[in-house]
C-alpha cells in the first residue's frame, strides 16, 4: 500500500476577536465609524487572494490532433488536420461576446461549428479535384465518383456549384464511351455474367444515370433566370453546348438540344444566344450520320410553330448548314421526296415504303425468327460499331429536307416580315434540292410578295408625296419597314426566282411545267430608275451607320447579329438579277438591248461602285452577245422605228433599237478614273466585235 504524503496547509494568522466569526466589516452591530476603524486595524491580518487562488482558472485549450495519419489511394501517407476554428469569428458569427461562457467546443451544444465560406470553397475544390482524377485513373473501379460529383453540385453556395458543373463536364467528355448505352430496366431477367462483364454493365448503368441527372441538373439552371448575377446559367448553357458537340452521339441528346432551344427562343440577344446559335450550326456542320441534324430541325420547326415565327432570322439561318446541301442528291418539297438512279426515277414516299418486289422468296417459320434474330443482332453491332449507313443516313436527310421546306413554305405564306430574308436566302440555297412541283407553287408565292411590295411602296411614296409634314409611316409587325423593305424584298425574291430556276433541269422541266418568269423581268426592268435613286443601294441590312432621325423608334432592325447570311446589298442584288436574265445564250435581242440601254441611263444616277459594277456586267454581257445590241454604238446601223420608251411597262414593247448609247460620252466626263475606263473598254469590245 503506498502511503500518501500529507497535504501541506497554509497557516493562518489567528484573529484578535476569535469569538467573530465574520470579519469586523461584516458586523451588522457596529456603527460605520466602528466599522471602519475595524477595517484598517485588522484588514492586514485577512488573506484576500485566498479566494482568488482557489477559483479555478480559465486556460485557452488547444486542440490535439487525436486522427491517425491515412494512407490515401494513390499511396500516400497524409496526416488528416481537423480544422481548428477561431473563437472570435465564431463569436461574432453568433452574436456573442468573448466573455460569454459557452460550452466546452466553443459553441452551442448540438449545432455545427462554423466554418468560412472561402474553407468551404477550397475543400469543395480538393474533393473535385480528388474525384475527378479517381474517375480519370479508372472510372469502372471508382463509379460511385459520380454520385459524389452530383452530391457536391447541389450545393447552395453559387461559386462551388459552378465549379461542380464544370468539373462533371471535363469528367463526362473524358469516361462517356463512343457508343449509345441501353438503359437497364428493374424488371429485367438477371443474366449469368462474368466478373469483367458485371463490371462494365454497372459502370454503364452507373455512368448513365448520374448522367441523366446531370443533364437534369443543367436544364433546372439554364432555365432560373434570378440566377443571372451568379451566371450559373451560362455556365450551364455553356456545359450543354461543349457536351451536344463533344458527345453527340450518347443518350439524352434530345434534352441537351432542349435546353440549347429553349434559350434561342426567348428574346434576349445575349452572349448565351449567339453560343447555342453557333453550337447548333456547328452540330448540322459536323453531322455524319444525320441523326443529330434530324433531331434539331424537329425541334426548331416545333419550337418556330409554336411561337408564330417570331423568333430572330438567326434561328432559320442555322438551316443553311445543313449537310444535305452538298450530300444530298434527290430533289423534294414539303410532302414527298423524288429519288433518282441512273436514268430510271423512282418516287418513293418519305414514309419509307418502296414498291414491292416482283417475287418473294418463301421461307419457314422458323427461317423466318431466325432472320428476325439476325437483324435484331445486326443492328445493334452497327450501333455498337458506329457504322453510318448510307441508306439510313438518305433516309434522315430526306426527313430533314421534308421539314426544312415545311418551315420556308409556311413562313412565305404567312408573309413574317422580318424572315423573308432569311426565307428567300434559304430557298435559294436550297434551289438544287426542290422539285418541279414545288417549285410551280414558289414561283406563284414570289409573285404575290413581289406585288405586295410594290403597293406598300407606291403606298409609301404617295403618303410622302401629298403629306411630307407628316411623320412617315411607321413599321409593321414585328419590326418590318415600310419604305426600304419592300425594295430589298422584291429584289430578293426576283434573285431567288432566278435562282430556282437555274437549279432545275429546264429541258426535263419546260415538258411538265410552264417556267415563265416575265414577271420578274419586267418588273426588275421597271425598277432600275428607281433602284439608281436609292440612298441606301451599297449599304445592306447589317451595315453599320447612324439610325435615321426621321424614322420612328421601332423601325430597327431586329436581330442585328454577326451572321453571314441575308448581308447582300441592294446593288449585289441587282447585279445578281441582272447577270440570271442577260448571260444565257438564249436571250431575245430586244430584251438585251432595252437592259443595255436602261443600264447605261441608270449608270449616270449610281454610286461609284455600283457604277463600275454595272459596266463590268455590260462588258461581260458584250463578249457574249455583241452581235446582238452591237448596232446601240452605230447611229448608221438602226434597225428601228420610232421612240424608245424607257418606262414601259412591256420590256420587248420598249422599241429599245430606236436609241442610241449617247450615254458612253457623258460617262467618259465621270469624275471616277475607273468608271472612264470601263466606258472606253466597252467601245473597244464593241469596235472588236465589228472587225
Not at 465549379?163 to 430496366?185: F, H, M, N, S, W
Request: net charge neutral; glycine share 6%; aromatic share 6%.
Amino acid at each position: 500500500m503506498v502511503i500518501m504524503p500529507a497535504v501541506k496547509r497554509r497557516k493562518l494568522s489567528p484573529l484578535e476577536n476569535v469569538d467573530r466569526k465574520f470579519p469586523p466589516s461584516f458586523s451588522l452591530e457596529d456603527s460605520d465609524l466602528d466599522r471602519q476603524g475595524n477595517y484598517f486595524k485588522h484588514g492586514t491580518g485577512w488573506n484576500l487572494e485566498q479566494n482568488y487562488e482557489q477559483r479555478p482558472r480559465k486556460q485557452k485549450k488547444e486542440r490535439e490532433n487525436s486522427r491517425l495519419p491515412i494512407k490515401t489511394a494513390e499511396g500516400r501517407i497524409e496526416q488528416v488536420v481537423r480544422p481548428l476554428i477561431d473563437n472570435d469569428d465564431e463569436n461574432s458569427f453568433l452574436g456573442t461576446s468573448s466573455g460569454e461562457e459557452t460550452d466546452s467546443e466553443g459553441g452551442f451544444p448540438g449545432e455545427e461549428p462554423h466554418v468560412s465560406t472561402q474553407s468551404r470553397i477550397v475543400e469543395a475544390k480538393e474533393e473535385l479535384a480528388r474525384v475527378a482524377t479517381l474517375l480519370n485513373q479508372d472510372p469502372e473501379e471508382h463509379a460511385g465518383g459520380f454520385r459524389i460529383l452530383g452530391q457536391i453540385a447541389s450545393s447552395p453556395n453559387p461559386v462551388i456549384k459552378k465549379l461542380a458543373l464544370a468539373t462533371q463536364l471535363i469528367v463526362y467528355k473524358d469516361v462517356i464511351p463512343g457508343y449509345r448505352i441501353r438503359l437497364q430496366e428493374g424488371a429485367e431477367v438477371p443474366e449469368k455474367l462474368s466478373k469483367d462483364v458485371r463490371r462494365l454493365r454497372s459502370f454503364e448503368q452507373a455512368l448513365v444515370g448520374s448522367y441523366q441527372k446531370f443533364i437534369k441538373d443543367l436544364a433546372s439552371c439554364a432555365t432560373k433566370t434570378s440566377e443571372a448575377p451568379t451566371d450559373i446559367a451560362s455556365v450551364a448553357i455553356s456545359c450543354a453546348c461543349n457536351l451536344l458537340l463533344a458527345v453527340p452521339h450518347f443518350n439524352f441528346r434530345n434534352e441537351l438540344l432542349k435546353i440549347l432551344i429553349d434559350r434561342v427562343s426567348s428574346d434576349r440577344r445575349d452572349p448565351d444566344f449567339q453560343k447555342c446559335i453557333s453550337t447548333i450550326e456547328t452540330l448540322f456542320r459536323d453531322d455524319e450520320d444525320g441523326n443529330p441534324s434530324f433531331d434539331g430541325v424537329s425541334q426548331l420547326t416545333k419550337m418556330i410553330k409554336a411561337r408564330d415565327y417570331c423568333v430572330d432570322e438567326s434561328v432559320l439561318n442555322t438551316f443553311l448548314h445543313l449537310r444535305l446541301l452538298s450530300e444530298f442528291t434527290s430533289k423534294g418539297s414539303q410532302n414527298r421526296i423524288d429519288k433518282y438512279k441512273g436514268a430510271e426515277s423512282k418516287i418513293s414516299s418519305v414514309d419509307g415504303k418502296t414498291p414491292k418486289a416482283a417475287k418473294k422468296q418463301f421461307f419457314t417459320k422458323k427461317q423466318r425468327k431466325l432472320l428476325r434474330e439476325q437483324k435484331v443482332a445486326e443492328k445493334e453491332f452497327r450501333e455498337a460499331d458506329a457504322i453510318v449507313s448510307h441508306e439510313e443516313r438518305d433516309r434522315l436527310q430526306a426527313e430533314t429536307l421534308k421539314l426544312v421546306f415545311v418551315t420556308y413554305f409556311r413562313i412565305l405564306k404567312a408573309r413574317v416580315p422580318h424572315l423573308m430574308g432569311a426565307v428567300l436566302e434559304g430557298l435559294a440555297k436550297h434551289a438544287h434540292l426542290i422539285n418541279q412541283d414545288f417549285f410551280g407553287d414558289l414561283l406563284e408565292a414570289l409573285r404575290d410578295l413581289v406585288r405586295q411590295a410594290n403597293e406598300r411602296l407606291n403606298a409609301a411614296q404617295t403618303d410622302a408625296e401629298t403629306e411630307r409634314d407628316i411623320e412617315p409611316p411607321t413599321s409593321g409587325a414585328n419590326g418590318a419597314l415600310s419604305t426600304r423593305d419592300p425594295i430589298r424584298t422584291s429584289l430578293l425574291a426576283t434573285t431567288t426566282a432566278f435562282t430556282l430556276l437555274e437549279g432545275q433541269d429546264a429541258a426535263r422541266a419546260a415538258s411538265s411545267l410552264s417556267l415563265d418568269l416575265t414577271f420578274f423581268i419586267a418588273h426588275l426592268y421597271r425598277s432600275l430608275h428607281t433602284l439608281s435613286l436609292h440612298p441606301d443601294l451599297e449599304l445592306s441590312s447589317k451595315s453599320l451607320r447612324l439610325p435615321d432621325p426621321d424614322s420612328p423608334p421601332a423601325s430597327h432592325q431586329p436581330g442585328l447579329s454577326n451572321n453571314k447570311v441575308n448581308f447582300a446589298t441592294p446593288s449585289v442584288l441587282l447585279l445578281r438579277a441582272l447577270s440570271a436574265i442577260m448571260t444565257p445564250r438564249s436571250v431575245p435581242p430586244i430584251r438585251l438591248a432595252a437592259f443595255t440601254k436602261q443600264l447605261l441611263t441608270v449608270s449616270v444616277h449610281l454610286p461609284e461602285k455600283s457604277a463600275q459594277a454595272v459596266l463590268q456586267l455590260l462588258a461581260q454581257v458584250l463578249k457574249i452577245h455583241g452581235s446582238k445590241v452591237a448596232s446601240l454604238w452605230n447611229t448608221e446601223e438602226r434597225k428601228g422605228d420610232g421612240v424608245f420608251d424607257s418606262e414601259r411597262a412591256d420590256v420587248e414593247g420598249s422599241n429599245p433599237f430606236a436609241s442610241t448609247a449617247w450615254e458612253g460620252d457623258l460617262l467618259k466626263c465621270h469624275f471616277c478614273p475607273k468608271v472612264r475606263e470601263g466606258v472606253k473598254g466597252l467601245e473597244k469590245i464593241v469596235r472588236g466585235v465589228g472587225n
